[in-house]
């Protein structure tokens, strides 16, 4: 054996010895040995055994003594070596004991070996079966968790690696964190249940497979186990498309298949009936005509199809069925199956007009559309094929119609050879017939479906041809003194355009002519127009351009060349040096050698040499002083003239000398003429100073915040140039003042406050030796705001700043005073008059000018009223006034500056000070520049946090607010500036007899000066005007009447109306274009009419009421017409969208045509000067200049609406329009309403917020919940091309829908709502891309509330906010595509969002808008419900809803929210902030909260008493005639009672009289009352008679006189009460008389009708107000659809809900008063049954006009039926709301209570005196 492998056994063995007792020859060395031995090995030895013997080499035997009886172990008997026979088993024993004993003879020694088994890991666990199996029912959840199997493996070890543990995988077993469905005991094997099972797809298993491990640390067993799930009925069926197409046609027979439905049920098919499926229509489609379901489906198979004959595609084009599949256990699934009915071609074509007359312009070349010929044809399999009938016409042959390839279905006409109007025969115009078949070639032979149409075609002549002249060339030499008028060429051209009439007219192009020297006539013949000058220029080119009349025009261009030869025509000139300087008191001496010089061609002898003397008639001061020697030879022989002084001079008494000096040629004749030559005398200080006086004239910006330079300090001396010897000290300094004692500067320090300010000082001259020179300055500081300063208006004079300033020496005042005096004489409403806060000197391209700002703290139009009165003011101050106002910003600096979107010329204040300084007067102000920038001008204040003059107009006060500054407007205005968006004209009159100017501007008539259009490379201009001129100026921008000056532009902008037609013309500098709407109906119609001007990329475009095809504000569409116009009345054929020819109009600019760069104001209405002559701006024809008669208003630019108020400068004209006034009509309404229509068609709607019948009931609004929504069935259908939508909202959330309309399926929306915090309108007009339109820079994601109003017409696009200015304003006025949006009013409205369906549950919501509030919700202008406050309005029913709640409420945001003292929070609706609360600020030491004195701010108008409260806020007490928390409201009539004493004694007696007959009418009628009741029986008796044929009318005519009490409607928003002609004073009758048939057939078919005034009835008119109004649920669709559908589906009758019309005849509820007629109502009271008194209390009735049957034989019997509505506001259990509530205004709303009761006519005699009566109970019924 290995010695290492019996060392090592020999180590890991236990040694343990005990020695024996005693000892002998021979023992064990140990008495015990204990060794471990590992099962299955049999290692050799295990152990080697030794004795201890006294005789030292004696042999020894050992042996085994006991314990070995199965022969294991063997020991060695020699050398005791113990080895194991056969390995050990730890599973049969786990130790032994072995006894060994040595011998030695006779001698021997025991000892005991102890033999432990170690374990090995030999066995591995085991499972009895391969596979498990368990069965449970799914969704079980009771118990959990708990077993539901167990399993058990065996091991065949016995030790530790006989221990198991178990684990699990498989089917719902995770191990990534998620919950597991089952779990199993480690020690047990127990598998638990920890989850409900599902045993249906998509996510269950019918069998759950699950793998059990059992481990014993080193080895594994597996078994398999299976879950079976018992399968429950848990899983409705579902369709695996919620939306099934399908398509069949037209026309086919009864049982038709349709489509094929198949629906899924994931139950066990084998478990009973959990998944047996049978089909049924739960929302069928019933057929108007029979009444009968349309469609039918197998309900085994699925199999749709039709249950009766022959579906017209063109009554109703798809369908949109339920479908629903219910399986055994009742539970069912929804489909929708839409059946698109495919199209027959059963209708026959049709034009769209019988004859189509066409004005075309004769440029257009064969390939163009001349005009499309639109074809109505419901069908859309048509195959249109057009021809020109043969021989139809004159010209048939011209042209061809071809089909359209895409769009509207029509025919395009184009010709077929060019059109020329120069020929005769096309100018005659044409004629022809057009046919149209829809069944393509072989379609002409059946008539049914050919049309035809008769086409008049009218040529436009068209600018096509070039002037042509005879000869465009000539060329002549002439001498340059050639006389002016001389003939030097004719240039004849001939047009042909026109028939040959066209006028030509010719002109010089200005740059071959720069100096104007020539002149052409109208007939073409060129002239000299001024002097030739060959020294300035050899040759000309001259172009003659020929322009025809056309527009645009054309040029032909013919040239005149002329070589100019010299003349001696020019005297020599001084050329060096022509000024020179003698200092003064000099010896005399020479002082220059003059040069000469000539422009004359010196090889013609024309020069040289000069002669030179001094000019003989020199003042004789000039002669003594000078003297003037000719040198021949000087200068190259050319000759120089010696000037020298005789004398000494005095610049005291002479700063220069002008030498006159007579020079000439060597001509023949000579040529001469007399040159100055200026001799200025240098200045020596040889005078003395004298004392003096100055005023300086201050205007500085607050804050001061530099030193401000003031000028010199004057002292009278006529030496002016020795400041450097002059020395300046103060004669007692001033701390505000600074003064440089070297140059006499004076400064003023900053802060310096305003004043007057006496200032001395004392000037010492050295060379002089004077000291203590008194010199005085006045200063006079005056500081202003940086607003007031920065609305200053330049004003540009013609002359120096030194001159404008300077005092005249005769006392006469200065330019500038005589200017500030003369504008103050014209401005009106400033508060400090006019001042001029800075002169400054700008340099000219030839002398410098001044520029004057003038300014006037609470004028805003000081500009327009200074241009207005331009010639007044420079006949004034004797200067020519070359500009008013800032300017614009040309285009030449828009390029410099690289500006894509517009220039604006600007004006900004820097730090720096203007000063100019003339001697004994100086002007010092802050210097403001003009620059010009990038952008677009606006009208608002440029900063909007402090208030202005110009912050709030029209009377407004402006208030300082935490976040900005508010306006505290009067009544009539509008918007946060308190604006007047209207105004009146009154046209022209005859003048006045005051002559001049004034008596022009009577004879111009009306008009008003608005701010300039901005130059922006875009504009949007729109405006509304009313007027009945045919013609008329609307707008105007451009020049005035003067001639203009060089360099002037001619841009301008004029829109007229001209025959009542919009035409306008606009030149952007590049040449003008015209553009009218001949086409269009007249606008001069008296009702408002919108027009819109766009223009940008070189192309304008105008749109008059933005195609709608009417006005925008008159009467109402009637029902003929097509569905474009009318929403109430359907019809059959599909809507027609407007014919662009006749309201768009669109023309190319000339090519650079950038911005309108007009500096002038825009004129409103008129003109109010003469309009220039066209021909000086090649404008192609004259401005109309008549003035309007009518209004304007919403005149808006590029957004911003133009305030039309009192602020404007203008002339007869007035805010408002008193012809579309509701309050000058009579109508008033109310504080909350605002008028709206044109004159004869006025109504008042109500305020945002606000509703009823005088706009005096706040609306309630929803609170939407997360996934909340509201889906609306409409009553009525809104129009396809115009969709108005108007609500309230407030919320934090940035995002989710507020409204949406949509379309059938969805594929087209109008949507209002949050993308990312801006507020956005969504049009999706399919197939076109979705257009966006949102408010980028409006926050209204602020928790406030703010009004929205969203409209398109057609793809134009409107989006406003609150008042709609500024950013809150966005429009997209885009007609392109299509035009029309056909609104699905059953289920295509939803407020708050869109809901997604399956089967009957709503699971996901698209753009959810939760967390907020909407309110007042008006669609098309009619108010919708919303639930739960509202349910139903006569507009619409909400049809489903979720998460909604009443009101605006929400929980307190200042829970646990703790702030700095002495800060509190401030709850501020799912917000706060810590403040001081309303009403009150920190105090200066910012510890305390204090109350704000707002009267400071004045916030009362109309002379309002302001009085502060202490705690928080204000009240103003109102004088008489106003009211309103600001005393803003004007009172329509004064209604107090102002009685004499005698009055009121005669009142008292008259009430105690009246009184007591009243005692005595009910003491007199109490004894009638037993004969009254006997008669009213048998009146019961024939009603309850009649009432109880219920299948059919009464045969018998009843003897009945029908009285019915209104509520009256409104007559234009006021009360239209009639009398009763029958009983006197009884005002709230109405009485008519109806034919003999009965009444009772008529309240079957239609309710209460309203009898018209010819005697027609209306039923139609009849509205309900069916759903609760007073509900609180979240939820619920409890409500039906809106009953003029036909898609309701089986419910009540004709469509109306069940509370509708049509039951409206057994009793109402409620309280009534009557203001007449007592003894009627007695009897009334007399036969009311209490005991019947709620029965059906919830059906409303509509009034009706009183129906009047006389028979003979039996006394009249009088039927009143009553309005009866609920007065005080207190709510009645299960009675419906006022009946004001939930109506849109300004229709009255229809009757909701209603009280019928009959009456004897023999108590009908009226009393002699009107009764009041007590109001009667809140519900009862009479028979």
């Keep these: 054996m290995d010695p290492a492998r019996i060392l090592q056994i020999i180590t890991n063995s236990t040694w343990m010895v005990t020695k024996l007792v005693g000892s002998g020859p021979v023992e064990f060395e140990r008495s015990q040995y204990r060794l471990d031995v590992r099962e299955n090995t049999t290692p050799d030895p295990l152990l080697l055994l030794t004795a201890r013997v006294q005789n030292q080499g004696t042999p020894v035997e050992f042996r085994i003594k006991s314990g070995n009886d199965d022969g294991v172990f063997s020991l060695g008997h020699a050398d005791g070596r113990l080895a194991l026979v056969r390995p050990l088993d730890y599973e049969e024993e786990q130790e032994r004991e072995l006894g060994v004993e040595v011998a030695l003879g006779e001698a021997s020694s025991e000892a005991n070996i102890l033999v432990r088994v170690l374990d090995e890991n030999d066995h591995a666990p085991a499972f009895p079966r391969a596979l498990h199996e368990t069965q449970i029912t799914e969704e079980d959840d009771r118990h959990l968790p708990k077993t539901i199997l167990t399993v ?10 006989g221990s198991l543990r178990y684990s699990l995988s498989g089917d719902g077993v995770f191990h990534n964190g998620t919950r597991s469905c089952f779990a199993v005991d480690e020690t047990s094997g127990a598998i638990h249940l920890l989850r409900p099972l599902d045993r249906d797809p998509p996510n269950g298993k019918s069998q759950w497979r699950l793998r059990v491990a059992a481990s014993d640390g080193e080895l594994n067993a597996y078994t398999a186990v299976h879950v079976n799930l018992k399968d429950i009925n848990d899983n409705a069926p579902y369709f695996p498309k919620s939306i099934i197409n399908a398509t069949i046609s037209e026309n086919t027979p009864e049982g038709a298949s349709v489509a094929q439905v198949s629906a899924t049920d994931n139950d066990d098919p084998h478990e009973g009936h959990n998944a047996r499926l049978v089909y049924s229509l739960e929302k069928n489609v019933i057929d108007e005509a029979s009444g009968r379901p349309i469609f039918a489906v197998d309900s085994e198979s699925g199999l749709i199809s039709t249950a009766l004959c022959c579906l017209d595609r063109e009554k109703t084009q798809r369908y949109a069925i339920q479908v629903v599949a219910t399986d055994g256990g009742g539970l069912k699934g929804t489909g929708t199956v839409l059946v698109e009915v495919s199209d027959v071609n059963d209708v026959p074509p049709r034009f769209s007009r019988p004859e189509w007359t066409l004005d075309v312009s004769e440029r257009l070349a064969p390939e163009h559309v001349l005009a499309t ?73 059946d008539k049914y479906h050919v049309d035809g149409a008769w086409v008049n075609l009218s040529l436009v002549d068209d600018n096509d041809n070039s002037p042509v002249f005879t000869h465009d060339y000539a060329h002549f030499t002439l001498p340059e003194d050639t006389p002016t008028g001389t003939l030097l060429a004719t240039f004849t051209a001939h047009d042909i355009d026109g028939g040959g009439r066209s006028r030509v007219r010719y002109t010089v192009a200005p740059a071959s002519d720069p100096g104007g020297r020539f002149a052409v006539d109208t007939q073409g013949t060129v002239r000299l127009a001024h002097s030739l000058d060959r020294e300035e220029t050899e040759t000309h080119n001259v172009l003659v351009l020929a322009i025809d009349d056309g527009v645009p025009p054309r040029t032909s261009t013919a040239t005149l060349a002329i070589n100019v030869t010299d003349v001696n025509d020019n005297a020599p000139y001084l050329d060096d040096p022509k000024e020179v300087q003698v200092i003064e008191n000099s010896k005399p001496q020479v002082v220059a050698r003059v040069k000469l010089g000539d422009p004359d061609n010196w090889r013609q002898g024309h020069g040289p040499p000069f002669t030179i003397h001094l000019d003989p008639r020199a003042p004789p001061h000039i002669k003594a002083a000078v003297k003037v020697k000719h040198d021949k030879r000087g200068d190259e022989g050319r000759g120089v003239g010696i000037v020298s002084t005789r004398m000494s001079l005095d610049r005291e008494e002479r700063r220069a000398l002008l030498v006159p000096l007579v020079v000439g040629d060597a001509a023949s004749p000579a040529l001469s003429a007399t040159v100055t030559l200026t001799l200025h005398v240098a200045d020596l200080n040889d005078n003395p100073m004298a004392p003096a006086a100055k005023t300086i004239v201050v205007h500085t910006v607050q804050p001061q915040t530099s030193q401000v330079p003031l000028g010199r300090v004057y002292v009278k001396d006529p030496d002016d140039w020795d400041a450097a010897s002059k020395t300046y000290a103060w004669r007692t300094t001033h701390a505000n003042f600074v003064l440089n004692k070297t140059t006499g500067d004076l400064a003023m320090k900053p802060g310096t406050p305003d004043g007057r300010y006496e200032l001395g000082f004392k000037v010492n001259d050295a060379s002089q030796g004077q000291t203590g020179v008194n010199a005085n300055v006045t200063v006079k500081v005056t500081s202003l705001s940086q607003q007031v300063v920065s609305a200053a208006t330049p004003l540009t004079l013609a002359a120096d700043p030194y001159y404008v300033v300077r005092e005249d020496h005769k006392g006469a005042s200065s330019i500038l005073d005589r200017l500030v005096v003369a504008a103050r004489a014209w401005v009106e409403g400033s508060s400090e008059g006019v001042q001029a806060v800075s002169v400054q000197k700008v340099d000219g391209p030839s002398a410098p000018s001044t520029r004057v700002w003038l300014t006037s703290p609470g004028v805003s139009n ?26 614009t910003c040309e285009e030449a600096a828009q390029e410099d500056l690289g500006c894509s979107e517009g220039c604006a010329a600007q004006a900004s204040v820097t730090s720096g000070f203007s000063v100019v300084d003339a001697n004994t007067s100086a002007v010092v102000g802050p210097w403001v520049g003009v620059h010009s920038g990038c952008g677009c001008a606006r009208f608002a204040p440029a900063d909007d946090t402090v208030c202005s003059a110009d912050t709030c107009l029209n009377g407004g006060h402006c208030v300082p607010t935490p976040t900005g500054t508010r306006c505290i407007c009067p009544h009539g205005t509008f918007g946060s500036r308190c604006k007047i968006l209207s105004r009146h004209f009154e046209g022209g009159g005859p003048g006045g007899e005051t002559g001049g100017r004034n008596q022009m501007e009577e004879d111009l008539g009306g008009w008003a000066w608005v701010p300039s259009i901005p130059s922006c490379a875009e504009v949007h201009l729109s405006l509304e005007v009313l007027t009945g001129s045919p013609d008329a100026t609307l707008l105007y921008s451009g020049p005035d009447h003067l001639p203009p000056a060089q360099g002037a532009n001619s841009d301008m902008l004029a829109l007229e109306l001209r025959g009542g037609r919009p035409s306008l013309l606009l030149d952007l500098g590049a040449g003008p274009a015209a553009l009218s709407l001949n086409a269009s109906y007249s606008l001069a119609d008296s009702t408002w009419h919108r027009l819109d001007l766009i223009w940008k990329d070189e192309l304008v475009e105008m749109i008059v009421d933005l195609c709608s095809g009417a006005s925008i504000d008159g009467p109402p569409a009637k029902s003929s017409k097509s569905a474009l116009n009318d929403s109430e009345t359907p019809t059959s054929s599909p809507p027609i969208p407007p014919d662009a020819h006749t309201c768009r109009g669109a023309a190319r600019l000339s090519r650079g045509a950038l911005l309108l760069n007009a500096a002038q104001p825009l004129q409103v209405g008129g003109l109010a000067h003469p309009p220039p002559a066209h021909t000086v701006y090649g404008w192609p024809k004259p401005i109309l200049a008549r003035p309007l008669r009518g209004c304007v208003r919403n005149l808006r630019i590029n957004g911003e609406l133009i305030d039309l108020g009192h602020g404007l400068l203008g002339q007869k004209s007035s805010p408002g329009c008193k012809s579309a006034d509701c309050l000058a009509s009579g109508i008033s309404c109310g504080v909350h309403g605002r008028c709206h229509g044109s004159p004869g068609y006025l109504r008042c709607e109500c305020q945002p917020g606000w509703s009823g019948p005088d706009c005096a009931t706040p609306s309630t609004p929803t609170a939407f919940q997360v996934n909340s929504y509201v889906k609306l069935a409409l009553s009525f259908t809104p129009l396809a091309y115009t969709t108005t939508v108007h609500l309230r909202f407030r919320t934090w959330q940035r995002r989710g829908e507020l409204v949406v309309l949509s379309s059938q399926h969805g594929r087209d929306r109008f949507a209002v709502q949050l993308d990312n915090g801006r507020l956005c309108l969504v049009l999706q007009l399919h197939p076109d891309p979705q257009r966006s339109l949102c408010l980028t820079r409006a926050q209204v994601t602020d928790g406030q509330w703010h009004t929205v109003s969203a409209s398109r017409y057609g793809s134009a696009t409107f989006l406003s906010a609150d008042d709609g200015e500024g950013d809150l304003y966005n429009a997209s006025v885009s007609l392109e595509g299509r035009q029309l949006l056909e609104v699905d009013k059953q289920e295509g409205v939803h407020v708050g969002g869109s809901p997604e369906y399956v089967g009957v549950s709503v699971f996901k919501i698209h753009g959810d808008y939760h967390d907020g509030c909407i309110d007042d919700v008006r669609i098309s202008g009619k108010s919708v419900p919303l639930p739960p406050a509202v349910n139903g309005t006569a507009w619409g029913q909400a049809s489903m809803f979720k998460g909604v709640d009443r009101e605006c409420r929400a929980p307190s945001a200042c829970t646990n929210v703790s702030c700095r003292a002495p800060l509190t929070c401030v709850d501020t609706w799912r917000s706060y902030h810590c403040g001081c609360g309303e009403g009150r600020v920190l105090s200066s030491s910012r510890t305390t909260c204090e109350d704000e004195n707002e009267c400071i701010w004045e916030p009362c108008l109309n002379g309002g008493t302001c009085l502060n409260k202490d705690s928080a806020g204000y009240v103003c007490a109102c004088p008489t005639g106003f009211s309103g928390q600001h005393c803003h409201l004007p009172e329509v009539g004064d209604t107090s009672l102002k009685l004499s004493l005698g ?29 009254l009741r006997r008669g009213m029986a048998d009146v019961k008796e024939n009603v309850m008679n009649c009432k109880e044929q219920a299948s059919a009318p009464c045969s018998h005519t009843p003897n009945l006189l029908e009285l019915k009490l209104l509520k009256p409607p409104k007559a234009n928003g006021q009360p239209a009460w009639s009398k009763n002609p029958n009983i006197a004073d009884v005002d709230v009758l109405q009485v008519d008389a109806a034919s003999v048939t009965s009444s009772v057939e008529d309240q079957k078919r239609g309710g209460a009708a309203a009898v018209l005034k010819n005697g027609e009835s209306k039923g139609g008119d009849a509205r309900t107000a069916a759903g609760s109004q007073n509900g609180g649920s979240r939820g619920g669709a409890k409500n039906p659809p809106a009953g003029d559908d036909l898609r309701n589906y089986a419910y009540e009758g004709e469509g109306s809900s069940p509370g509708s019309l049509s039951s409206c005849l057994e009793s109402c509820s409620g309280s009534a008063k009557f203001l007449g007629g007592f003894r009627e109502v007695a009897h009334m009271l007399e036969s009311w049954d209490p005991t019947n008194s709620h029965s059906n209390s919830n059906q409303t009735s509509t009034p009706s006009k009183t129906e009047v049957v006389k028979v003979d034989s039996t006394p009249p019997i009088t039927t009143i039926h009553c309005d009866i509505h609920v007065s005080g506001g207190t709510e009645v259990e299960g009675a419906p709301p006022p009946a004001h509530a939930g109506f849109p205004e300004p229709l009255p709303p229809p009757l909701s209570e209603a009280v019928i009761t009959t009456l004897i006519a023999d108590a009908m005699d009226p009393p002699p005196i009107p009764m009041p009566i007590p109001d009667p109970p809140r519900a009862f019924k009479t028979k």
């Design 862 to 887: 000081l500009d327009h009223v200074l241009l207005h009165r331009k010639d007044e003011l420079e006949h004034t101050i004797g200067v020519s006034i070359t500009d008013v106002g800032v300017g």
């Design 373 to 445: 010929l639109t074809v109505i044809d419901q069908d859309v399999s048509n195959n249109f094929t057009f021809r020109v009938v043969p021989g139809s016409g004159r010209g048939w042959q011209m042209f061809r119609v071809e089909g359209r390839q895409s769009g509207s279905p029509g025919g395009d006409l184009r010709a077929t050879s060019p059109l020329d109007y120069e020929n005769p025969e096309h100018r005659k115009g044409f004629r022809f017939r057009v046919q149209v078949t829809d069944m393509g070639e072989a379609g002409w032979l």
């Design 1543 to 1571: 009055a009121l004694v005669a009142i008292v007696v008259w009430c105690t009289f009246l009184l007591l007959l009243i005692c005595a009418f009910l003491l007199h009628q109490h004894h009638r009352r037993s004969a």
């Design 152 to 161: 058990k493996a065996v091991d065949g070890d016995a030790g530790e690696f």
